[in-house]
């Protein structure tokens, strides 16, 4: 090929390297029209490829006739007509966006439409998400956890959003949100949130609040067919390592039985243990005033015993008074030694729920354990004790952490500026869903704080959780706490048939929209709470607003 020529098409002058001398051969060699392609390159423009058909002048002559076709003409100068042939590449990218075919890596050289293309060959035609509006919410009571409500926040476009009220808390907390919310747009997930943030409180409190966020994310990530980590700002990880939570057993044995499920069966790589001044009792001269405290079983109920305000369970850790002894200390670092023993030093080792006494059992006890290079103390006194919290981190090598009753990044924010803590610990069902969690999440990065994630809900806000992880950087790891209910995982269906989990590790969604998950409706309807069988019921009475919901004036 030789030769610089120029073409003339669509009032656009391209400059070519042609080989107008080799095109004019071809035609005295062809008797019939042929045609050829030539890629012409230029300096603004993709490379354009163009179809180049070769006419004899009998054969020109046939198409001004009409025998021929009548715009294959030739061009005046180069004897040769150039019609601008469709970009075979684009073509490629619209035949592939019509059967979905993922193109991965050969986006790289692509032409800016190619790309566009490419990335939004999945976006829904089934929802436009600029009509979408909230017509419905509805729930569940589940009995994981005691009782956990799943709600449904339902369109006028066929696509919903499952969101969760937070373990132990009243569906009520999001079914008062429902007429706040109705006829709204729900991918302004940010807007709907700050006005109905002013109805979720700490810990449960906040689960409505909570549970609709969550819903929207699913909902919108449904609306423009990508995964809610996407919405957020894109994913540092595949896969979201998870830590198992191990309950207090009874014996070293049954612990012994515990660990060896999640470890060797499960294959977790990241445990919780439970070290409480309960396992204390019966053993004289553990603990000072514990009779005090004790319940009508003779234990220190942590849990129980809530309709009574003054219980134990109910006092705030600096006002039991109740101390731990040397001998205590000796029995509780045991309990750790024996875990330790078992699992070894590969396996980073959390700590939690210690009992009710006061910030010097807390440094005491957390000296005791430190040779246990334990992952972290969590809880150890109440969230809201910020100066304590400082006091405590200072005085221990051990990282501290607490935050799963904390709600909303403001209530994180003196802990994280005072550094009182060295992990936070949000749970995404308190703290104030997904945006609001990566943002504390953030704001902990920023601070050189890290964060985990306090979980113990069902696979609705397990998945919630998920995506978040996915996308906050200093994100360590995502409690379960089900491990032990053999049903727990079936009670949702992935939408792209991946494993809820492998290996202690929770699958990132790559492609499926929303939360990724569909619930398996069977398996939750063996599963209802004992008060409340119904299922999606309708919910009319939560159409209205009774109140002014302005909080300034
Ligand atoms: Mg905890």
């Known amino acids: 090929m030789e030769g610089i020529g120029a073409l003339q098409h669509s009032n656009r002058l391209f400059k070519i390297r042609a080989v107008i001398s080799w095109i004019k051969r071809k035609r005295i060699e062809e008797r019939e029209p042929v045609a050829y392609t030539l890629t012409i390159h230029s300096v603004s423009k993709q490379p354009s490829t163009l179809k180049i058909i070769i006419m004899t002048p009998s054969q020109k002559l046939l198409a001004k006739l009409g025998i021929k076709d009548q715009d294959i003409i030739e061009d005046e100068n180069a004897s040769v007509k150039i019609e601008e042939q469709e970009n075979p590449r684009r073509s490629f990218f619209k035949k592939s966006a019509m059967g979905g075919i993922a193109l991965g890596g050969s986006l790289l050289f692509s032409p800016i439409e190619d790309i566009i293309a490419q990335s939004t060959q999945k976006v829904s035609r089934f929802s436009s998400p600029s009509d979408l509006k909230i017509t419905d919410m509805r729930y569940c009571v589940t009995s994981v956890l005691g009782r956990t409500a799943i709600i449904r926040i339902d369109t006028n476009q066929g696509i919903y959003g499952l969101g969760e009220v937070r373990d132990g808390a009243d569906e009520r907390y999001a079914l008062m949100l429902k007429s706040r919310i109705l006829g709204e747009n729900p991918c302004n997930v940010e807007m709907i949130f700050k006005k109905i943030r002013q109805f979720g409180g700490q810990s449960r409190q906040a689960g409505g609040v909570c549970a609709v966020e969550m819903a929207l994310w699913d909902i919108c990530g449904k609306a423009y067919n990508v995964p809610a980590w996407q919405l957020l700002g894109g994913r540092y990880r595949d896969k979201v390592r998870m830590y198992a939570d191990t309950p207090e057993a009874g014996s070293p044995e049954e612990q012994a039985k515990l660990i060896n499920y999640r470890i060797k069966d499960q294959g977790y790589t990241w445990l919780k243990m439970d070290v409480s001044i309960g396992e204390l009792k019966g053993i004289p001269g553990a603990l000072v005033n514990y009779k005090f405290w004790e319940s009508s079983q003779g234990n220190l109920a942590q849990w129980g015993d809530q309709s009574n305000y003054m219980s134990?369970?109910?006092?705030?850790?600096?006002?039991?008074?109740?101390?731990?002894?040397?001998?205590?200390?000796?029995?509780?670092?045991?309990?750790?030694?024996?875990?330790?023993?078992?699992?070894?030093?590969?396996?980073?080792?959390?700590?939690?729920?210690?009992?009710?006494?006061?910030?010097?059992?807390?440094?005491?006890?957390?000296?005791?354990?430190?040779?246990?290079?334990?992952?972290?103390?969590?809880?150890?006194?109440?969230?809201?004790?910020?100066?304590?919290?400082?006091?405590?981190?200072?005085?221990?090598?051990?990282?501290?952490?607490?935050?799963?009753?904390?709600?909303?990044?403001?209530?994180?924010?003196?802990?994280?500026?005072?550094?009182?803590?060295?992990?936070?610990?949000?749970?995404?069902?308190?703290?104030?869903?997904?945006?609001?969690?990566?943002?504390?999440?953030?704001?902990?990065?920023?601070?050189?704080?890290?964060?985990?994630?306090?979980?113990?809900?069902?696979?609705?806000?397990?998945?919630?959780?998920?995506?978040?992880?996915?996308?906050?950087?200093?994100?360590?790891a995502l409690e379960h706490h089900s491990v032990d209910l053999p049903w727990w995982e079936s009670m949702v269906k992935t939408t792209d048939g991946r494993k809820l989990i492998t290996k202690g590790f929770a699958n990132l969604p790559l492609t499926a929209p929303g939360l990724g998950i569909e619930l398996n409706d069977e398996v939750i309807k063996q599963h209802l709470h004992a008060t409340d069988k119904s299922y999606f019921a309708p919910t009319p009475e939560w159409d209205a607003k009774r109140s002014h919901d302005r909080i300034f004036s």
């Open 312 to 476: 134990y369970g109910n006092t705030l850790h600096p006002f039991t008074q109740i101390q731990i002894t040397d001998k205590g200390f000796e029995k509780l670092g045991e309990i750790v030694e024996n875990v330790r023993g078992m699992v070894g030093y590969d396996i980073p080792l959390s700590t939690d729920h210690y009992g009710h006494f006061d910030l010097n059992n807390g440094i005491r006890l957390g000296k005791a354990l430190e040779k246990y290079r334990l992952a972290w103390l969590e809880d150890i006194i109440s969230w809201e004790l910020t100066d304590q919290w400082k006091t405590m981190s200072d005085a221990m090598e051990t990282p501290c952490l607490t935050g799963e009753d904390i709600y909303l990044l403001k209530n994180f924010k003196p802990l994280i500026d005072k550094h009182a803590v060295d992990i936070v610990h949000p749970d995404l069902a308190s703290s104030g869903g997904l945006l609001e969690t990566k943002r504390i999440g953030d704001y902990a990065e920023e601070n050189g704080v890290a964060m985990a994630m306090h979980q113990a809900g069902t696979p609705v806000s397990f998945m919630a959780n998920v995506h978040c992880a996915a996308a906050t950087q200093n994100f360590l």
